[in-house]
């Protein structure tokens, strides 16, 4: 059976086995959601992403953008990104963050979701530039979307949907055992910008 998540509680860890996901809900107010959505769609250099899938090169409709401590590249889908240095608003998030988490992180990777019908498909964040294990926290603002896990091995699912302005930790093995995707969906028709902070290896 697959489980599905609507209780608030971060103190609980929502994979059932090979990670640790804690969904946080809401991390500021309605108005501060509402203030950094705002702040992120003007502010940030928003482009469009390249991937790489079956030999073919293919533009997303979806923009991505990559900020971090210091201008550390960062190669995914065979594409690489420098990154640019936080702006105020990305430090604040940043700082409430890794208090809540009680982590720390180095850079973040923000996807602008026009419409419901952008989404990401299934990956596992475990490129080889990340601390490996290392926390990956998922801050939304905009449009609520579901957001589903699914075990390597034996394919269970864990869905939830992620609010505006809310903050999720996936952390320990999870990368290693679990994939993750956004579905695409024709239910919700605005936009949704997602920061994933994450801790690049630095040596
Ligand atoms: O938009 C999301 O909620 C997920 C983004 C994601 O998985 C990623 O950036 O690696
Ligand atoms: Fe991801």
Same mark, same amino acid.
Not at 83 to 110: D, I, Q
């Given at each position: 059976?697959?489980?599905?998540?609507? %209780?608030?509680?971060?103190?609980?860890?929502?994979?059932?086995?090979?990670?640790?996901?804690?969904?946080?809900?809401?991390?500021?107010?309605?108005?501060?959601?509402?203030?950094?959505?705002?702040?992120?769609?003007?502010?940030?250099?928003? %482009?469009?992403?390249?991937?790489?899938?079956?030999?073919?090169?293919?533009?997303?409709?979806? +923009?991505?953008?990559?900020?971090?401590? #210091?201008?550390?590249?960062?190669?995914?889908?065979?594409?690489? +990104?420098?990154?640019?240095?936080?702006?105020?608003?990305?430090?604040?998030?940043?700082?409430?963050?890794?208090? $809540? *988490?009680?982590? /720390?992180?180095?850079?973040?990777?923000?996807?602008?979701?026009?419409?419901?019908?952008?989404?990401?498909?299934?990956? #596992?964040?475990?490129?080889?530039?990340?601390?490996?294990?290392?926390?990956?926290?998922?801050?939304?603002?905009?449009? %609520?979307?579901?957001?589903?896990?699914?075990?390597?091995?034996? +394919?269970?699912? &864990?869905?939830?949907? $992620?609010?505006?302005? #809310?903050?999720?930790?996936?952390?320990?093995? /999870?990368?290693?055992?679990?994939?993750?995707?956004?579905?695409? *969906?024709?239910? &919700?028709?605005?936009?949704?910008?997602?920061?994933?902070?994450?801790?690049? %290896?630095?040596?």
């Amino acid at each position: 059976m697959d489980l599905f998540v609507n %209780e608030i509680n971060p103190g609980q860890n929502l994979l059932p086995k090979d990670g640790i996901v804690n969904y946080f809900g809401p991390m500021v107010n309605q108005n501060q959601a509402d203030f950094y959505f705002g702040q992120l769609q003007k502010t940030i250099p928003w %482009e469009h992403d390249v991937i790489h899938m079956f030999g073919k090169r293919i533009v997303t409709k979806r +923009k991505v953008a990559w900020y971090g401590d #210091s201008p550390f590249e960062y190669t995914y889908s065979q594409s690489t +990104k420098k990154a640019l240095f936080w702006t105020p608003e990305l430090m604040e998030l940043k700082k409430l963050v890794e208090k $809540l *988490t009680e982590e /720390t992180y180095n850079s973040c990777l923000l996807n602008l979701y026009h419409s419901g019908e952008e989404g990401m498909g299934w990956h #596992s964040d475990d490129e080889k530039e990340l601390k490996r294990n290392g926390a990956i926290a998922s801050v939304s603002f905009g449009a %609520e979307r579901k957001f589903v896990f699914k075990h390597k091995t034996t +394919k269970k699912k &864990v869905e939830l949907q $992620l609010g505006h302005g #809310s903050l999720l930790v996936m952390k320990g093995a /999870t990368q290693e055992h679990w994939s993750h995707r956004l579905p695409p *969906t024709k239910k &919700v028709g605005t936009s949704r910008v997602n920061l994933t902070f994450r801790t690049i %290896e630095t040596n």
